[in-house]
């Protein structure tokens, strides 16, 4: 007996609209640029969540030109470090989207419950600005940590997340004076005492 009329109409507006979406996507560009920066801004925004969430599934993996140029920041940093006989304190790593994390501990940048940094601080700031600096197409986040003691004496600040951005803040005002680098590049955030590293009683 065959399928009823309105079947036919029906099955050519589903073509139809098929045909549609699939010529919109070939007509549309994706630059690799933006789509890397959008996609950074979902992990950050994402952070909070275990990492079995699934959020990290979609991203994929790095091109090879990427990491190679990761890892050679990576070495040039370590080196630097070496150096400076600072190469177990702070930690150089490597992140899910190809990019390279420096984990720099608080004894290092600043005082307690302060911000501005460090006068020892200065120049191992300076020899991660100079690597940095060499990359003017790469995108920069700096995050700022505190642990979880309330603050007493600091009444310059509201909180600890007041005080962890404005650490953040230093630390992007000295990298972008140092080492040359656009404040369009870099994203600060403001981390507080929400995603510790370690106990209030180890000391860094």
Known sequence: PGAPGWMATFADLMSLLLTFFVLLLSFSTISD???????????GGFKPFPKSAGFITLIPKPPKAQNEEAAQVAR???RRLQVRGLERKVKVEYD???????????SV?????????RPA???IIQDIAEVLGALPESFFEVQGHTDS?????????????????????SVTEQLVATGGI?????????????QPIATNSRIW
């Open 33 to 43: 640029d933006k789509f890397n920066q959008a996609l950074m801004s979902l992990e």
């Open 76 to 78: 040039r940093l370590k």
């Open 96 to 106: 899910a989207l190809g990019g390279v994390k420096i984990n720099l501990p608080s």
């Open 109 to 117: 940048l600043f005082e307690a419950s302060e911000s501005t940094l």
């Open 121 to 123: 601080a200065l120049p």
């Open 149 to 169: 003691r309330p603050l007493t004496n600091a009444i310059q600040f509201r909180d600890n997340y007041d005080l962890s951005y404005q650490r953040a803040h």
């Open 182 to 194: 656009s404040v369009n590049q870099f994203e600060i955030h403001a981390i507080g005492a929400g």
